[in-house]
């Protein structure tokens, strides 16, 4: 069973070419989190579980809810952190997460994507989004292959760096990530895009515009996926592109 989160789109569309390697099941980790506190899995191969690197670790929001979870046990469990640079210390937490639910650690492994994190630089614009994807494919595929022969996957040297960042990830989370700087502008259309995108449903629109609340990862799915590019992080971001990896890509 391929599990995945994803925020903008990569690793949704990693999940979806392993889960099509394996000729194995795909599950969505954000319908579940918008609505429960934990998920129920239960399968006879060994789960898989693809999420973007924040921080050098998978999103903590995820980990816990991960933590909640069942999980048919004694299964294997591989985890594919999708990054745009570095995966630190992420495996130390993935094996503690394997551990905590009974299942057979068979590692973790990072694929290089587009980097997303548009409040803090300058992304791929819109147009490269799928060419740069792309690129990922031949990383993608063999870690599918090395999981449907049962080897273990490792982090390669070159996305090994940061170490020091997956520790100080909670610290990070606490004083760096806020949804107070969104806002949206004219431009917005009242789609609700953004709101039904958010896996933490910290939007709700009110007279037609988003009003965010206090819950939030920094996804960066509303501001990335909004088509009217009507969202803003304070100053930051209006110069800058945004791209979205749609469930067709
Ligand atoms: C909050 C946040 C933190 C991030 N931290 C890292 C990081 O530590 N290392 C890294 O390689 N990429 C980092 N990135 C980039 C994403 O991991 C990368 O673009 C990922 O493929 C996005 O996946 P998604 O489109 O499935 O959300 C970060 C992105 C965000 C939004
Ligand atoms: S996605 Fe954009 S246009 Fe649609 S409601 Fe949100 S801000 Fe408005
Ligand atoms: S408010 Fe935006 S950035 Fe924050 S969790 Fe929701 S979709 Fe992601």
Redesign the pocket.
């Known amino acids: 069973m391929v599990i995945y989160f994803?925020?903008?789109?990569?690793?949704?569309y990693a999940a979806k070419h392993i889960a099509d390697i394996l000729g194995d099941e795909l599950v969505s980790l954000n319908e579940l989190m918008k609505t429960k506190k934990s998920g129920t899995f239960k399968s006879e191969k060994a789960y898989v579980i693809v999420t973007?690197?924040?921080?050098?670790r998978m999103p903590i929001p995820v980990e816990n809810f991960l933590k909640e979870s069942t999980f048919t046990s004694g299964k294997e469990v591989y985890f594919v952190l999708?990054?745009?640079?570095?995966?630190g210390n992420a495996r130390k937490y993935c094996e503690k997460l394997a551990a905590s639910k009974g299942l057979t650690y068979k590692g973790t492994t990072a694929v290089k994507?587009?980097?997303?994190?548009v409040v803090m630089y300058d992304v791929t614009p819109k147009q490269n989004a799928k060419a740069e994807a792309e690129k990922a494919l031949p990383a993608i595929e063999k870690v599918a292959e090395n999981i449907k022969s049962g080897k273990t996957v490792t982090v390669s040297e070159d996305m090994s760096g940061?170490k020091a960042?997956s520790a100080i990830a909670p610290m990070f989370n606490s004083l760096m990530v806020s949804a107070k700087s969104f806002t949206a502008n004219n431009n917005c259309i009242g789609c609700g895009t953004c709101a039904s995108l958010c896996p933490l449903n910290n939007i709700k629109l009110s007279n037609g515009k988003p009003a965010w609340g206090t819950e939030c990862m920094?996804?960066?799915a509303c501001i990335s996926a909004c088509p009217e590019k009507a969202i803003d992080y304070g100053k930051k971001t209006a110069d800058r592109q945004r791209y979205y990896l749609s469930d067709e890509e």
């Open positions: 994803t925020g903008t789109g990569n690793s949704r973007p690197d924040y921080m050098s999708t990054g745009g640079a570095a995966a994507m587009p980097a997303n994190y940061h960042f920094h996804c960066m």
